[in-house]
């Protein structure tokens, strides 16, 4: 709003219009050169927080990404190191299975004729124990799938939980 100044009657009837105009009009070319400044000033300041603010914008998402990369990093790894633990105790279970069915075939072949029967019933119970482990170590690859859902889905809520803190914070300012 721009300022327009007004004298007394008083100055006017001392210094005369001439004067005293002269003076409101010099008056009013100040008030509007300090006005300009002042918008290109304010100007100039906005334009510098602006640039500060899409730098820390940057450097946040640029941290989050890296954050991100990291989080999916060790959970790649951490699968990885659960699959190739049970692919090793499931190689261990088919080699122990084996070793015994092995002892289990010899000495079932020095006694073929009169343990034939004997034989049948022992190779059930193998397959009823192999059909155990086989469904406990499903159960056990279920509970751990879901525990390793239930950390990535803590992980990522953190996560977004942290990104909404940050941008909040970045909104309301410093």
Same mark, same amino acid.
């Given at each position: 709003?721009?300022?327009?100044?007004?004298?007394?009657?008083?100055?006017?009837?001392?210094?005369?219009?001439?004067?005293?105009?002269? @003076?409101?009009?010099?008056?009013?070319?100040?008030?509007?050169?300090?006005?300009?400044?002042?918008?290109? @000033?304010?100007?100039?300041?906005?334009?510098?927080?602006?640039?500060?603010?899409?730098?820390?914008?940057?450097?946040?998402?640029?941290?989050?990404?890296?954050?991100?990369?990291?989080?999916?990093?060790? /959970?790649?790894?951490?699968?990885?190191?659960?699959?190739?633990?049970?692919?090793?105790?499931?190689?261990?279970?088919?080699?122990?299975?084996?070793?015994?069915?092995?002892?289990?075939?010899?000495?079932?072949?020095?006694?073929?004729?009169?343990?034939?029967?004997? @034989?049948?019933?022992?190779?059930?119970?193998?397959?009823?124990?192999?059909?155990?482990?086989?469904?406990? /170590?499903?159960?056990?690859?279920?509970?751990?799938?879901?525990?390793?859902?239930?950390?990535?889905?803590? /992980?990522?809520?953190?996560?977004?939980?942290?990104?909404?803190?940050?941008?909040?914070?970045? @909104?309301?300012?410093?």
């Amino acid at each position: 709003m721009p300022f327009t100044a007004k004298l007394s009657r008083k100055f006017y009837d001392q210094f005369g219009d001439e004067i005293a105009n002269e @003076l409101v009009g010099l008056l009013n070319i100040v008030d509007q050169t300090y006005r300009t400044e002042m918008r290109e @000033l304010n100007e100039l300041n906005f334009a510098r927080f602006d640039a500060k603010l899409e730098q820390r914008l940057a450097e946040q998402s640029a941290s989050l990404r890296t954050g991100m990369a990291d989080q999916g990093a060790s /959970l790649r790894t951490e699968i990885a190191d659960q699959g190739a633990s049970l692919r090793n105790e499931m190689a261990d279970q088919g080699a122990r299975l084996r070793t015994e069915m092995a002892d289990q075939g010899a000495s079932l072949r020095t006694e073929i004729a009169e343990l034939r029967g004997g @034989l049948r019933e022992e190779i059930g119970r193998l397959g009823e124990r192999l059909g155990t482990q086989i469904a406990a /170590l499903e159960a056990r690859t279920a509970r751990d799938a879901v525990t390793q859902t239930r950390w990535m889905v803590g /992980l990522w809520a953190a996560q977004i939980t942290v990104f909404v803190g940050t941008v909040l914070v970045v @909104l309301r300012g410093p």
